[in-house]
């Protein structure tokens, strides 16, 4: 299963401006607020949340919630999804997830590959 998604750095930018804390606390972590600061690395979370649940051919809604899963990194800098809700848990608990996010004119592109 794969997902890709691309979203406007500038566009987060602007709903981080008009809503702040309420726009972040729709979709991001408390953990994730805590490491992703700059514009583009939450940029980076939005559009590996969405990649995922494309992934898992859900969509964002009811089946799945951006706070399902939380995006953190290991010491080197990977990205990693970490599965919050039980049932995904249960559902993908043998299953590889890999997550790329990069970030280049204005835009953060994430793929999550689930095999």
Sequence with gaps: MIGID???IERI???IEKFNNKFKNRFMSKSEQEWAI???SIAGIWASKEAFSKAIGTGIGKEFSFLDI???KTKKGKPVINLLNKNLRNSLKNRQIDVSITHDGGF???AVIIL
């Design 6 to 8: 691309i979203v406007s």
């Design 13 to 15: 930018e602007k709903s």
């Design 38 to 40: 700059s514009p583009s």
């Design 70 to 72: 939380e995006i953190t």
């Design 108 to 110: 953060a592109i994430a």
